[in-house]
Each structure stands twice: as structure tokens, then as C-alpha cells.
Nanobody, 128 residues
């Protein structure tokens, strides 16, 4: 059974940084693309980043939505089966519940988790 547990959310001042974690279990880590989504109150869920294995297990592919490119960095620790999302230069618009999901797919420039398992989410609040 795929299980994902997010952590690391909190209250941060605008301009600050935060690192979110997504601990995964129940599947071979290299086999699935893992993605981060966020949902702000009154808005649709937005796929913002994903990481997956490339041609070989040592290769990685990363993708970012335009809205976060340059400020967010996704990475993974295979030994810990954990995916991280480093968020820098936080903006009030980044306030949302952040979810990780697996497996995810990219359809054009849209990150999809139609058949994914989801974590419970972690709240990011940004004070201005």
C-alpha cells in the first residue's frame, strides 16, 4: 500500500524559506514519479513540482510549474525514501495546504495525480 506523509509546514514571514518533506512507503521509490501539489482556500488544486527517475535509477528528472520556477527546489533522498520541497522567497500567494502524491504524470505542462495516493497535507501560512 502506497503511503505518503508530509511534514514541515508552518507559519513563515514573506521572504522566508521552508522545507517540506514527503516520506514514502509501500512502493519501490525509484519506480514512481512523486509530485507536490498545493491548494489555497477557494482555489483549485495546483500541481507545482515533480521528481522521477530518468533512463537509469541514478538519473533524475524534475519539473516545476511556472508559478514556482526559480523559488522552489525539489529533491529526493532514496535511502530515506523522502522527497523534499525547498521553498525560498516565500510570497503570500504561496499560502496553501501542500500535498505530495504518487504516482504522478505530466500531461503537457499539467501535473496529474489521477491515480495517485495522496498524503494528508501540510499547511503553509505566510505572513506579510
Amino acid at each position: 500500500e502506497v503511503q505518503l506523509v508530509e511534514s514541515g509546514g508552518g507559519l513563515v514571514q514573506a521572504g522566508g524559506s521552508l522545507r517540506l518533506s514527503c516520506a514514502a512507503s509501500g512502493f519501490r521509490f525509484e519506480d514512481y514519479g512523486i509530485g507536490w501539489f498545493r491548494q489555497a482556500p477557494g482555489k483549485e488544486r495546483e500541481g507545482i513540482s515533480c521528481i522521477s527517475t530518468g533512463v537509469t535509477d541514478s538519473d533524475e528528472y524534475t519539473w516545476y510549474a511556472d508559478s514556482v520556477k526559480g523559488r522552489f527546489t525539489i529533491s529526493r533522498d532514496k535511502a530515506k525514501k523522502t522527497v523534499y520541497l525547498q521553498i525560498d522567497s516565500l510570497e503570500p500567494e504561496d499560502a496553501a495546504v501542500y500535498y505530495c502524491a504518487a504516482p504522478v504524470t505530466l500531461v503537457g505542462d499539467t501535473l496529474r495525480g489521477d491515480f495517485a495516493s495522496w498524503g494528508q497535507g501540510t499547511q503553509v501560512t505566510v505572513s506579510s
